[in-house]
């Protein structure tokens, strides 16, 4: 028996699509959903699932800015042998893509007893969303948003993907939402802040569900409901990015704040109450 269903499989990719790159928390819904279902959220092989489903999401970024990322790639590539060429932006951002992800990369394997174990709790869940929304409220109020995609520099790279480190050990907090504050803090826009967010999200979310894969497939999940959940969540996330573009082109994060406050203290009384454990 599968530990995950083929129609629990669709409902968290459909909640892994949607949120994976809203500043919302993907893990928090997930876990969320789970514990609703019945689901041991703390189980390596539903952790192992949660990360594997990822890859779906990232397929869409990959999709979606299939442009961007061919001009960057080929970019580095000419670097590499034309000394010219290493003074392109596309050159140098490729390298601090590369540079940035070493951070979560070094935590991800060093505290990975914690994140799949005390850390992997609908308590930690519930506060992180919380604190989360305090520092992107503070950050989208603070920051002058004067600073477009090409004003980037490696100092911003390494500081916005090192902030990834933050959902990996707090889930709740999400990464979307840590990188994204963190970029507004250093006066980014908030559709470069969003934009870098993705390409720094794809290394990081790739090589994560590409590790977990192994657990995930040798444990109690089985082929089906991941391949189900990864499609699902491909689609869902590829429609999401679209709409989170044009929303932030014109509206600030209060909404996202206002609505992962509400989840939060939802959360709290869930399990205060005993509903979810």
Same mark, same amino acid.
Do not use: C
């Given at each position: ?230 499609? +699902? ?41 005993? +509903?979810?454990?």
């Amino acid at each position: 028996m599968s530990a995950i269903s083929l129609g629990q499989a669709v409902i968290l990719g459909v909640v892994e699509g949607v949120t994976e790159f809203l500043p919302v928390s993907s893990t928090g819904h997930l876990k969320i959903v789970e514990g609703i279902m019945g689901i041991p959220v703390d189980d390596h092989a539903v952790v192992g699932f949660s990360a594997v489903i990822q890859v779906g999401a990232i397929a869409a970024v990959l999709v979606y800015f299939r442009k961007d990322i061919a001009r960057i790639v080929s970019a580095w590539f000419r670097g590499l042998t034309n000394r010219e060429e290493r003074y392109h932006h596309d050159y140098r951002f490729a390298w601090w893509v590369i540079a940035a992800t070493i951070p979560i990369v070094v935590v991800g394997l060093a505290a990975k007893p914690l994140i799949q174990g005390p850390l992997a709790s609908l308590w930690v869940v519930a506060a992180s969303l919380i604190v989360g929304s305090a520092v992107m409220w503070a950050a989208d109020q603070m920051g002058r948003h004067k600073r477009g995609e090409d004003d980037t520099s490696f100092k911003d790279a390494m500081l916005v993907g090192g902030s990834q480190t933050l959902a990996l050990l707090f889930p709740g907090f999400s990464r979307s939402g840590a990188t994204m504050s963190t970029a507004l803090m250093l006066d980014l826009d908030r559709v470069a802040a969003t934009r870098l967010s993705f390409f720094l999200g794809i290394p990081a979310l790739t090589g994560a569900g590409l590790y977990e894969l192994k657990d995930a497939l040798g444990a109690s999940v089985g082929a089906a409901p991941l391949a189900v959940g990864t499609v +699902v969540s491909f689609a869902v996330a590829y429609a999401s990015i679209a709409w989170l573009l044009k929303f932030v082109a014109r509206h600030s994060f209060n909404a996202f704040v206002i609505y992962r406050i509400a989840i939060g203290l939802l959360l709290f009384g869930l399990l205060v109450t005993g +509903v979810l454990s």
